[in-house]
């Protein structure tokens, strides 16, 4: 059973728009979530992360948001732009777990220009 | 070059034999991970270690073998390949002291055929 849930494959956007990438955990042990970002034949880089102590954290066109109580989390970018395309892959971990990090599937982006 | 690499980059092997995907990191990071990474699935956690000498099994370790004897290498064996196993295989690490946040390597692109 999946930990962590990136329920939308594929998401396309215009150029400028906003583009919201969502991702839903069901273990309540899991303090701490990360987005990590792939290109193809790359190794994924990583891009923002939450502590559970916190709902909203913002690094300039990124921010992630974290409503513990729905257990959900979502990054925002605004603008998107065609470098935005990629695969997005959402992650969590606890303490109690160690530092091992628990991955959705991933969602590709795609920004038209 | 500092940093975490893999080799080889591609890779292709028949069933049953033994093949082994190195990994070696300059950070004297004391975790390193093994993920693979499959359609649908994600990035899935194959084998953890917190140090040297000290490895356990992630999600789906069937099949793999690790060893870590030095901190900074962390080398993947499968011990008869099988079609299951083609793979895109990412090693990475991370420390403590920067919570979980882990670096990957780029990848190496298994086929068994």
């Known amino acids: 059973d999946q930990q962590v849930k990136q329920n939308s494959p594929s998401l396309s956007v215009q150029e400028g728009r906003i583009s919201i990438l969502n991702c839903d955990y069901t273990?309540?042990?899991?303090?701490?979530f990360l987005w990590y970002k792939k290109y193809p034949a790359e190794g994924p880089t990583f891009l923002i992360s939450?502590?559970?102590?916190?709902d909203k954290n913002e690094d300039g066109r990124f921010t992630v948001f974290l409503n513990k109580s729905a257990k959900h989390l979502s990054l925002h970018i605004v603008p998107s732009q065609p470098g935005d395309s990629a695969v997005y892959f959402c992650a969590a971990s606890s303490m109690e777990y160690g530092n091992k990090l628990v991955f959705g599937a991933g969602t590709i982006l795609r920004v038209k220009s | 070059d500092a940093g975490i690499t893999q080799s080889p980059r591609y890779k292709i092997t028949e069933t049953g034999r033994q093949v082994t995907l190195m990994c070696h990191q300059t950070?004297?990071?004391?975790?390193m991970f093994w993920y693979r990474q499959d359609l649908g699935h994600g990035l899935r956690l194959i084998y953890y270690?917190?140090?040297?000498?000290?490895?356990d099994k992630g999600e789906v370790p069937d099949g793999y073998v690790v060893s870590r004897s030095k901190t900074e290498n962390f080398p993947l064996t499968l011990e008869s390949a099988t079609r299951s196993q083609t793979s895109v295989y990412f090693c990475?690490?991370?420390?403590?002291?920067?919570?979980?946040?882990?670096?990957f390597g780029q990848g190496t692109r298994l086929t068994v055929v």
């Open positions: 990475a690490s991370s420390d403590p002291g920067q919570g979980t946040r882990a670096f």
């Open positions: 273990n309540s042990m899991f303090d701490y």
């Open positions: 270690s917190a140090a040297a000498d000290i490895t």
């Open positions: 939450i502590s559970s102590i916190k």
């Open positions: 950070w004297s990071h004391s975790y």
